[in-house]
């Protein structure tokens, strides 16, 4: 599975849109792009996931590049409850596959 | 909603002690798993199942057992504890992945189990 590089922490004003962008350079045409998030002490949350074309849902969005080499989920309006670590996670689905969380994004919103 | 519940948010147990921890599904996945968390070693998978009574080794699973009784219901068991075993343990279920379909894992909210 393609290893993905994220930045350590970000910061963002509550109402804005927070953009977290993740480097997948070594994805190959079957791998899914993934998101997760892991509030302090909670389970990891699912969030979205796309293989080529961008999605939405109630939670994020998700933009693809086209050479699929890099990724941007936004959340478009944040609130403080989305304070938490962000994972990308590149892999393909198959079953057993594992998912590796690497460092992830710690977002910081604030008022 | 994916719904996925672990027994108990936090633990305290001493050494030696038998230990059972439980996770419940509600969307008839075929597979769950078992994950521990610990500072600076991300998620390290315990056991996993594709099916009731079925069960596979993960990464790290001495010290640990598990049952699969139900499709529902996945349990893991520490059969005498020790103080490395202090860890958040987390749950997860999903449905089988393959061509065109994705194996996303849905998570419990943890255990946070600690060890005298």
């Known amino acids: 599975d393609a290893k993905t590089t994220q930045p350590p922490s970000m910061d963002c004003a509550e109402g804005r849109a927070a953009n977290l962008p993740c480097n997948h350079s070594?994805?190959?045409?079957?791998?899914?792009v993934y998101w997760y998030r892991q509030i302090h002490s909670q389970g990891p949350q699912y969030i979205i996931h796309?293989?080529?074309n961008n999605e939405t849902n109630e939670m994020a969005s998700l933009i693809i590049t086209e050479d699929r080499k890099s990724s941007t989920l936004i959340l478009p309006h944040a609130t403080l409850r989305d304070t938490a670590v962000y994972y990308c996670i590149v892999r393909r689905s198959y079953n057993f596959n594992k998912f590796y969380f690497g460092s992830g994004t710690k977002l910081n919103v604030k008022p | 909603d994916v719904k996925v519940t672990q027994s108990s948010r936090y633990l305290v147990k001493r050494t030696g002690e038998k230990v059972f921890l439980e996770c419940v599904q509600d969307?008839?996945?075929?597979?769950m798993f078992w994950y521990r968390q610990d500072p600076g070693l991300g998620l390290r998978l315990i056991y996993f199942s594709y099916d009731v009574k079925m069960k596979e080794k993960g990464d790290i699973p001495e010290g640990y057992s598990v049952s699969r009784e139900k499709k529902e219901r996945f349990s893991l068991i520490l059969e005498s504890a020790s103080t490395n075993q202090t860890s958040m343990y987390l749950c997860?279920?999903?449905?089988?992945?393959?061509?065109?379909?994705?194996?996303?894992?849905?998570f419990g909210p943890g255990t946070r189990l600690t060890v005298l």
């Open positions: 969307m008839d996945h075929e597979n």
């Open positions: 796309g293989l080529k």
């Open positions: 997860a279920s999903s449905t089988i992945g393959g061509a065109g379909v994705t194996d996303t894992q849905y």
């Open positions: 070594t994805i190959s045409g079957n791998e899914y």
